[in-house]
Structures are given as structure tokens and as C-alpha cells.
């Protein structure tokens, strides 16, 4: 009998240990692959296909190959926190069709590419925080609509498509803290956007002004609208004269930098409005104030006038009627008296 429950138990240890990476720690029961703190550079080869939970936190993976989880298409939560990933590639995450949370985490990456996380019919949470990304794009991929949370935060973020927010309509939670947002005619949308999303009920944490240091830590939906101003259109010629004047370096709205320059460069965004605008439209804002005042206090006065004159008359008519009537009155009453008793007699 002691034989047999050794056998059974090495054949058991056999069973769960197959096709586990020998650095990780599997449990068919949970189906969990727990690859934590084991220095992978690479998504781990040979994981058991039924696994639903992978923990690949605080290693040094610096790229996902694009067949790296065509072996556990079952994935629901994928842990990639604490690596070194700078970039995604599209498709990278496209086999896992019940993917529900993905963990990205405390990585390095800078750009969220087009479609990166197309096909996952399935995902709720998308945590992109604390990394260095100073852009994202105008859709996650197809098929992302189901997700409720999404968290930016800790990034270097200066604006977000509207366009981006409106194809998760899904949202319940969306966190911002932490990023270089610049409050100028760029970010009106996510302004209206995030009123929007509050109204009906949506969680934030909100987003704070970096700059122009008129608006720094201000909260932007606090910042009036009438401040923004409109963006200045773009032409294409503005982008060919651009590249011909720099004799061959890349302009900055190139591929390479994506639209915001170079991650150190503040920039200035083509439709970033004039340095003037905004003097003018609050010396507009202060000329109808100081009219509007003006014409305000001439109504007011002519009102006073009107009510000054309205008692003068009044009282020059009581005192008319009390220096002519009432002596009439006086004097009339022995006439009438005389005429009553000779009528008498």
C-alpha cells in the first residue's frame, strides 16, 4: 500500500509539473503559472495550455514575440508589472481571447501604438501606469468596447484623443493623475468628454493643469471654456516646408517621434493657439465687463432721476392742493350756509 500511494503521489507531481517552465511554479487546481522574480527576459516557453492566471511580474522581459501566447489561448489575467517592456507590438496580445485584466504596469514604455490590443472581446481592466508613454492613439484595437477600467496615471501624458475614450463606451473608471497635461486648445475635447462621462455617473480622479503656468495645478474642468480658444488648422505645405528647411533631419511630427517630439521636448503643438490669443480674448472679456458696468450704471441713474422727479411732483402737487383747494373750501361753506337757511324761511 506504500508503494502505491509513492507511486501515485510522484505520478501526481509528474502530472501538475508537465509542461511548466522549469523556473516557474504551476497549480493545475488554480490554474496558475506563478513566474515571479525568476530574471525571464522573454515570456517563458512551454506553459500548461489550461492555465487562466500568469504572473510574470518583477522580471527583466524587455520584448514580447508575436506567438508568445499562442500556447495558453485560456489567459484571463496577465501580470507584466515591473519589467522592462519600452514597446508593444500590435497583435502581441491578439491570441487571448478571454484575456479579462492585462498589467502593464512599471514598465518603460513610451508609445501605445494603433490597435495594440485588438481582438480581446473580453478585457475589462487595462492598467498602462507608471510608465513613460507621451502618447496614445485613436483606438486601443477592435474589439476593446467591454473595458470599464483604464488607468494612465504616473505617465507623460500632454493630451488624449477624444476619439480614443468615445470607442470605450463601457468606462466606468478612468484614472489621469500625474501627467504633464497641457490645458490649452487640444485638450477642449477630453474637457467635454470628461464632463460628460462624471454626468453619467463615471469615476475620476481628474485631471490637473501642468501648463501654460497660468493654469498649473489648476483643475481643468474648473478652467473656463471661453479661455481655450480654437486650434488654427494644420496644412500639409506647413510640413513640406518644415523638412526642406531642416536639410534632412526628421521633422518632429515624424513616425519616430510620433506627435509630440522628442519625450524631453515640450514642444509646441501645431494647433496650439498663438501666444497673443489669449491677451486678446481676456482684453475682450475686460472691455464687456467695463461696458456692460457702464451701461448698468446709466440705467441705474436715469431709474433715480425718474424717481427723484416722480416725488417732487408728488409733492408739489399736494402742496398746490393744500394753498388752493382748501381755503376754496373755507370760504364756500357760509355761502352755502346762508342759501340753506333762506331756502329755510
Not at 466606468?172 to 453619467?200: A, H, M, T
Not at 416722480?310 to 409733492?315: E, K, L, M
Amino acid at each position: 500500500t506504500g508503494n502505491w500511494t509513492l507511486v501515485w503521489s510522484i505520478t501526481l507531481l509528474a502530472h501538475t509539473a508537465h509542461g511548466c517552465p522549469d523556473k516557474c511554479l504551476c497549480n493545475t487546481a488554480s490554474k496558475t503559472a506563478d513566474c515571479r522574480n525568476r530574471g525571464f527576459t522573454e515570456i517563458p516557453a512551454r506553459l500548461p495550455p489550461e492555465i487562466q492566471i500568469l504572473q510574470l511580474q518583477n522580471n527583466r522581459i524587455w520584448r514580447i514575440n508575436q506567438n508568445a501566447f499562442t500556447a495558453t489561448p485560456l489567459l484571463k489575467i496577465l501580470d507584466l508589472s515591473n519589467n522592462s517592456l519600452s514597446s508593444v507590438a500590435p497583435g502581441a496580445f491578439q491570441k487571448l481571447r478571454y484575456l479579462q485584466v492585462l498589467n502593464l504596469t512599471r514598465n518603460l514604455i513610451h508609445y501605445i501604438e494603433n490597435k495594440t490590443f485588438s481582438f480581446l472581446p473580453h478585457l475589462k481592466e487595462l492598467d498602462l501606469s507608471s510608465n513613460s508613454i507621451i502618447r496614445l492613439p485613436e483606438t486601443f484595437g477592435n474589439s476593446t468596447g467591454n473595458i470599464t477600467l483604464l488607468s494612465v496615471k504616473h505617465n507623460k501624458l500632454q493630451k488624449m484623443e477624444r476619439i480614443l475614450l468615445e470607442s470605450l463606451p463601457n468606462l466606468k473608471v478612468v484614472l489621469f493623475k500625474d501627467n504633464p497635461w497641457q490645458c490649452n486648445c487640444n485638450i477642449f475635447g477630453l474637457k467635454l468628454w470628461l464632463e460628460s462621462f462624471l454626468y453619467r455617473g463615471g469615476i475620476s480622479d481628474g485631471i490637473i493643469c501642468s501648463a501654460p503656468g497660468i493654469r498649473k495645478g489648476k483643475d481643468l474642468l474648473k478652467v473656463p471654456y471661453e479661455l481655450f480658444g480654437a486650434c488654427p488648422l494644420r496644412t500639409a505645405h506647413m510640413h513640406v516646408a518644415s523638412s526642406h528647411h531642416h536639410h534632412g533631419w526628421e521633422p518632429r511630427g515624424s513616425p519616430k517621434y510620433g506627435h509630440h517630439g522628442e519625450p524631453g521636448d515640450s514642444g509646441r503643438p501645431g494647433c496650439e493657439p498663438k501666444a497673443k490669443a489669449r491677451p486678446v480674448s481676456l482684453r475682450h472679456a475686460i472691455a464687456t465687463v467695463v461696458i456692460t458696468g457702464v451701461v448698468c450704471g446709466i440705467v441705474c441713474l436715469m431709474m433715480l432721476a425718474a424717481a427723484v422727479y416722480g416725488c417732487a411732483y408728488a409733492a408739489i402737487t399736494a402742496k398746490y392742493h393744500k394753498e388752493h383747494l382748501a381755503p376754496a373750501r373755507q370760504h364756500g361753506a357760509p355761502e352755502e350756509k346762508e342759501l340753506l337757511e333762506s331756502s329755510l324761511a
